[in-house]
């Protein structure tokens, strides 16, 4: 992810030229990674093109967001993340591969992922939530982020694929090396450590099948008695890892980082108790933190009133769909009554997030075991509620603060 400013292509209008840097945009250290995005889809045409990493296009417009990602046809995912040379190294499946080659993989992953799973998980995610939050609700304070953020999806994820909760920091600190500015391991680093660390978790269930979704995978049918090589294989469960461990980690801080400024929604959810699905449609609405790319496949003569051409990269921040004030009124205010919110917080199209189920399940369960107990509550003075920059949003550190 680099800083150095790239030439600009004769294809590009001048009036489309803007200078943001997608993992660190203007507007992020003072107004915050929701405000930051929303302000700059509200300024700026739908398509604009920056010459931050290595020079791309991006999305800035819901409806062009929408087009971008609901078109394999028209745009790749063959790379996903920018700058392209940085991309270019990314290769995991099914991320990066397009259909019809995709359909297959995902299947696999859809088959452990899906509604009727994620309800049958329930009771053990609820036990899990309710563990950590009776761990510390006597106390009057905790760090959200350390103490349940960091904790609770990644112990649910982690029994769904059956390896120890103990090894999560790290796989977690791989996974952000791969998708965050300024670590200490470059991309394709992280990547090698990875695989050597997948390599023998594979070779183990390969020979002895246990119960988990890791293992149901190498030992299913892609059709005709095809089974995922061993390459394949370390490819989509480093995928798996590093897509299930960082996002709802990130969104409950956001969310819990609201809710502790606003006693108006937590009234609101107290007082609807059992089903909050509506009400968690509209803070993954609010909440988007995922900016991915596309790949141009050939010459598109006007999209949104510019030329792409072929081999261009065009930036996808998913979270911009849900904030266009043209897509959804006054975006930034959560309404728990709003008709049918629109959002691309899980993508869209074929690549349209496979865990969603399972991420709103988590945090339909973390609003309702917290309230319950612990009903009120502010920011405590321990937080550094600074923007984490990279492809996944993030805040540093939340520290929530409760009376006893
Ligand atoms: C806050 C929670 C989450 C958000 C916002 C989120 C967002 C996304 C988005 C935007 C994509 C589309 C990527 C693309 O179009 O290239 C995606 C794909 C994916 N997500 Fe999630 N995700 C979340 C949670 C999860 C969880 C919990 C898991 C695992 C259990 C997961 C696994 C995946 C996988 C494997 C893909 C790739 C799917 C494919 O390429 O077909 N995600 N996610």
Redesign the pocket.
């Known amino acids: 992810m680099t800083q150095a400013p790239a030439l600009i292509p004769s294809h590009v209008p001048a009036d489309r030229i803007v200078d943001i840097d997608i993992y660190v945009p203007p507007g992020l250290e003072a107004h915050g990674f929701h405000k930051a995005w929303s302000d700059l889809s509200a300024q700026h045409p739908a398509v604009v093109w920056t010459p931050r990493n290595e020079g791309h296009w991006i999305a800035l417009g819901g409806p062009a967001l929408f087009d971008v990602?609901s078109d394999p046809e028209r745009f790749s995912?063959r790379i996903?993340v920018l700058p392209k040379s940085v991309g270019e190294m990314h290769g995991l499946i099914?991320?990066t591969i397009d259909p019809p080659e995709?359909r297959p993989y995902?299947q696999l992953?859809n088959a452990h992922?899906n509604p009727g799973a994620i309800r049958g998980a329930a009771e053990s995610i609820r036990a899990t939530a309710v563990e950590l939050i009776e761990g510390f609700a006597a106390r009057g304070h905790c760090d959200f982020t350390a103490e349940y953020a960091q904790q609770f999806?990644i112990r649910v994820?982690m029994a769904l694929v059956g390896i120890d909760a103990s090894e999560a920091p790290k796989i977690r600190h791989w996974a952000e090396c791969m998708t965050r500015p300024g670590m200490d391991m470059t991309f394709d680093e992280a990547k090698a450590v990875f695989f050597d660390y997948v390599g023998p978790l594979v070779d183990e269930r390969l020979h002895t099948p246990g119960d988990d979704m890791i293992s149901a995978m190498l030992h299913a049918d892609l059709g005709e008695g095809r089974r995922l090589t061993r390459d394949e294989a370390l490819s989509i469960v480093t995928?798996?890892l590093i897509?299930?461990l960082d996002?709802?980690v990130n969104?409950l801080g956001f969310i819990m980082h609201e809710l502790a400024q606003n006693p108006a929604l937590r009234a609101d959810l107290q007082q609807r108790g059992a089903d909050l699905t509506p009400v968690v449609h509209e803070l993954f609405r609010r909440f988007?933190?995922?900016t991915?790319a596309r790949e141009v496949r050939h010459e598109i003569a006007d999209f949104h009133g510019v030329t792409l051409k072929a081999g261009d990269m065009i930036a996808i921040p998913?979270q911009v769909h849900g904030l266009d004030p043209r897509v959804n009124a006054d975006p930034l205010v959560i309404d728990t009554t709003r008709n049918r919110p629109r959002h691309s917080?899980?993508?869209s199209?074929?690549?349209?997030?496979?865990?969603?189920e399972?991420?709103r399940k988590e945090v339909a369960i973390t609003l309702e075991e917290w309230l319950r107990r612990i009903p009120d509550f502010t920011i405590g003075p321990d937080s550094d509620l600074s923007p984490v920059p990279g492809i996944v949003g993030a805040l540093r550190r939340v520290e929530l603060v409760w009376p006893t």
């Open positions: 990602q995912s996903i099914p991320t995709h995902r992953l992922l999806p994820f995928q798996v897509a299930g996002t709802v969104v988007g933190l995922v991915i998913t917080t899980f993508g199209g074929p690549h349209m997030c496979p865990g969603q399972l991420a």
